[in-house]
């Protein structure tokens, strides 16, 4: 327990297993609660940025909040360590792996094939949602030579009664969903679902008869959303990265999409909170714990084996240990 804020003093409380929670990772992070110096602390927000040393050098964080008393436990097993914060019912979880956005608590309770099957519909409709928008721009403004002769004269026809570039049709509507998102979040829950469900069909008709805009963008832009929603950890990132590829793709092509795939793909790798890559267990690779990134093992193989995040700690040179 400890008491952050100068005049708030609230209360913090740090909460580890000592058998499995890694000790300089405790004592690292323990430093760095206690160095805080706000005045006031409300929530798990406030110390989030003091913690997190990459959080503002990437749009991922390694921190991940949950306010589930059964994730909260799971966390501590695999030796995270967890935040609490008087006053708000979302712990900290420190620290988080990009893998466990696809894995939920849920997941415990179906059968293993059929978790391994929705685990890889995530990862596709996280694809979907950040980069379906922009690869649709790059093929059809750069490469439609990839496109069948049917689909590309559909294409052309629809795009020739619209008046702006594919480029901004696209980024005008994924600005018009945030905004309906975002009212439909503000209001009463109620009338929230009801006007963004209404707004969002009205808004897309009118625009496809009006002309603004072409029906098979609408199509593009109505999966992407929906896709948008089967990850709600890693809504935040997607939303700014699918508009990242969007300009990408419309000014450079699929050069610019591979290239700022290739950018991203090192930012991720780079992160390393706590001596623990982001992308663990996959680089660096960890054959114990590959099994759950693309699958869910049964409950026997945990009988045999209860891995940690202590197996997945770097060295000093940046190598797993």
Not at 102 to 118: G, H, L, R
Not at 252 to 278: E, H, P
Not at 293 to 318: A, M, N, P, Q, W
Request: glycine fraction near 8%; include cysteine.
């Amino acid at each position: 327990m400890m008491q952050i804020g100068k005049r708030s003093s609230t209360d913090v409380c740090m909460v580890y297993m000592s058998d499995r929670a890694s000790s300089d990772a405790v004592d690292r992070l323990r430093k760095q609660l206690k160095g805080i110096k706000l005045d006031t602390v409300l929530t798990s927000g406030y110390i989030e940025p003091f913690i997190d040393d990459g959080f503002g050098s990437s749009v991922f964080s390694q921190m991940a909040y949950s306010e589930r008393p059964d994730m909260i436990c799971t966390r501590l097993n695999q030796g995270r360590i967890c935040v609490f914060v008087d006053g708000t019912p979302f712990v900290l979880i420190c620290p988080s792996l990009f893998a466990e956005n696809f894995q939920t608590m849920d997941d415990f309770t179906e059968k293993p094939f059929y978790v391994t099957f929705m685990r890889w519909l995530k990862y596709i409709a996280f694809f979907l949602a950040v980069a379906f928008p922009g690869l649709y721009v790059a093929l059809a403004s750069f490469h439609p030579e990839v496109f069948t002769l049917k689909l590309l004269l559909n294409l052309a026809v629809s795009e020739e009664s619209t008046p702006y570039p594919l480029t901004v049709e696209v980024l005008v509507l994924m600005l018009l969903f945030e905004i309906m998102k975002e009212a439909g979040l503000r209001l009463p829950k109620p009338v929230g679902s009801t006007v963004s469900i209404v707004g969002g069909l009205i808004i897309g008709d009118a625009a496809v008869k009006s002309g603004l805009v072409s029906a098979p963008l609408l199509i593009v832009v109505g999966i992407t959303t929906t896709s948008s929603f089967v990850i709600p950890s890693l809504y935040q990132q997607t939303a700014i990265l699918r508009l990242v590829y969007i300009l990408v793709g419309g000014g450079s092509g699929l050069y610019g999409i591979a290239l700022c795939t290739v950018l991203l793909m090192i930012n991720i790798n780079s992160m390393d909170d706590l001596a623990v890559s982001y992308t663990a267990p996959v680089t660096p690779f960890f054959s114990k714990g590959i099994k759950d990134v693309i699958s869910r093992r049964s409950f026997r193989s945990y009988e045999k084996t209860h891995s940690t995040i202590k197996e997945y700690k770097l060295d000093e040179k940046g190598g797993s240990q």
